[in-house]
């Protein structure tokens, strides 16, 4: 009897073997350690549920208790036994077990911070925990509750959605999740905030802030949509506004500032080319001044032969005497326009000897002729004429003081009065004591009183 | 509504290596045979004391 109850117990342990296998293979863990559990609990030496127990709480993070598991394993059936494969599995590489002991250290730490109240340090510890260890399901778990705790439904439903991933069977995980999911976007359960973040959805405002995405409902006046065009006019207005009483002023005022500049300084351009023009203008009138002086100098040679004019005219008069000395009116044409008190200076010692030896022998003749038509033109009161006529009378013969008077008449006719007194003088100092002079002195006394 | 500290009891420490051989001495393995191989010592012993007696 014994015998038949010890087989139905190791019959009923392999059932629940199988089950544990079963929902093992479509990884609800939480429901295969269950059944292994109770495999176990019919028969202690169910070497195969042992193991996949083993091999359970190795997946879920529980290395100890899976080693604690194959070690039991290996002593109750030394030989041809699996559990050796994985002991040698952790054995073979002591770094990755340091790993997991410094994981299962940390998760007890961040136990201790639960109780002790200090959540916050407990999330930071068991997300070192989960970078470590990703497989560490209690660690999940702890991470979920401590989200839903603070309040951060979409973190928790995060943490309770890996569990379920990695054990489809945890109940801890599905309360977790209902729970999150009761508080998180009531009417919308079962939607992820992210999932909603990515439909289209134009009635919120998203945005990120540090690793939170932070979903905003739109508010929305009765004049958001119509309002917008009369917000932009309004704005362009605005906008308009502030340049006209900002800027503008301040623009007007700089470029006011800049014509201000500009016409000083064409200002001061135009003082200098005033005062450029304006010794440009009294050097014109010295040169203009300069000019009239040559011009009259020009003038006084107007009529004069030059140097070689003159020889050649004196030649001419020369040759005319020799045809015919008493051609008068050849010799004194061909003397026409030599006028010796001009070119004295320039001319050589021998033209003034042949001059002087052709005056001394027509000098005379001419001075007679040139005295007659003078006094002619003089009595018939054309004073340019009688003028001269006289002069060239004087110039060769200076002798006859009736000449060198009614030459001061002329003159003082004519209106030249400087000339009339200048005339009157030589008659006064050339020809003293003669009624001519007396009568010359009294002219002048008649030119100086009229010009006082 | 979850009371966070009936929840967090749920959570016990994970067992450290260092304390892995403890656990494996003091592992209590029975299983059904066992407690009823007990059971039927109990029985066993109690019918013979039952006999003394008369």
């Known amino acids: 009897m014994a015998t038949s109850i010890y087989k139905k117990l190791v019959s009923l342990s392999n059932v629940f073997y199988n089950e544990g296998l079963e929902k093992a293979s479509v990884r609800d863990l939480t429901g295969a350690m269950e059944s292994l559990h109770q495999s176990l609990k019919l028969d202690k030496n169910n070497i195969n549920a042992r193991n996949l127990l083993g091999l359970i709480y190795y997946e879920t993070g529980e290395v100890v208790a899976a080693l604690s598991e194959w070690v039991i394993s290996k002593n109750l059936k030394p030989d041809d036994n699996i559990a050796d494969e994985y002991m040698d599995m952790v054995r073979n590489s002591p770094s990755k077990l340091e790993d997991i002991n410094q994981t299962i250290k940390k998760f007890n730490i961040a136990l201790n911070y639960c109780h002790q109240d200090s959540l916050d340090l407990a999330v930071i510890q068991l997300k070192k925990v989960l970078s470590l260890n990703a497989g560490f399901i209690k660690a999940h778990l702890l991470l979920a509750l401590l989200y839903l705790k603070a309040g951060n439904w979409d973190r928790a439903k995060v943490e309770a959605k890996k569990v379920l991933k990695l054990d489809t069977g945890n109940t801890l995980a599905r309360r977790y999740l209902k729970e999150a999911d009761s508080m998180l976007l009531p009417g919308e359960s079962g939607k992820l905030v992210s999932d909603i973040a990515s439909s289209e959805n134009d009635e919120v405002i998203r945005y990120n802030s540090g690793n939170e995405m932070i979903i905003q409902p739109l508010k929305k006046s009765a004049l958001t949509r119509t309002g917008s065009i009369w917000g932009i006019v309004l704005g362009i207005a605005l906008g308009v506004a502030a340049s006209f009483f900002l800027i503008l002023p301040q623009r007007i005022e700089t470029i006011t500032a800049d014509n201000k500049d500009k016409i000083a300084r064409i200002s001061e351009e135009s003082d200098n080319k005033s005062a450029k023009i304006v010794e440009l203008e009294q050097k014109m009138a010295s040169m203009d001044k300069n000019m009239q002086e040559l011009q009259g100098q020009v003038d006084s040679y107007e009529g004069v032969d030059s140097t070689s004019a003159s020889m050649n005219s004196l030649m001419k008069a020369v040759d005319c005497y020799e045809n015919d000395s008493s051609d008068i009116e050849g010799i004194a044409a061909a003397l026409e326009n030599v006028d010796l008190e001009v070119i004295k200076d320039s001319v050589s010692p021998e033209f003034l000897a042949l001059y002087d030896t052709l005056m001394s022998k027509v000098g005379p003749q001419l001075a007679t002729s040139y005295y007659n038509t003078g006094y002619d033109a003089y009595k018939a009161k054309k004073f340019d004429e009688a003028i001269a006529n006289l002069s060239k009378a004087y110039q060769y013969d200076n002798t006859n003081v009736n000449t060198l008077y009614y030459l001061a008449n002329s003159y003082s006719e004519n209106g030249d009065l400087e000339k009339a007194k200048e005339k009157y003088d030589a008659v006064v100092t050339e020809f003293p004591n003669t009624k001519t002079a007396a009568a010359a002195e009294t002219k002048l006394a008649e030119i100086n009183n009229s010009g006082n | ?54």
């Open chain 2, 1 to 54: 509504m979850l009371n966070f500290e009936e929840e967090l009891k749920k959570f016990k420490p994970s067992l450290e290596i260092e304390d892995a051989e403890d656990i494996i001495y003091n592992r209590d393995l029975d299983d059904m045979s066992d407690v009823i191989v007990g059971l039927l010592k109990d029985a066993k012993s109690e019918a013979d004391n039952n006999k003394r007696s008369r």
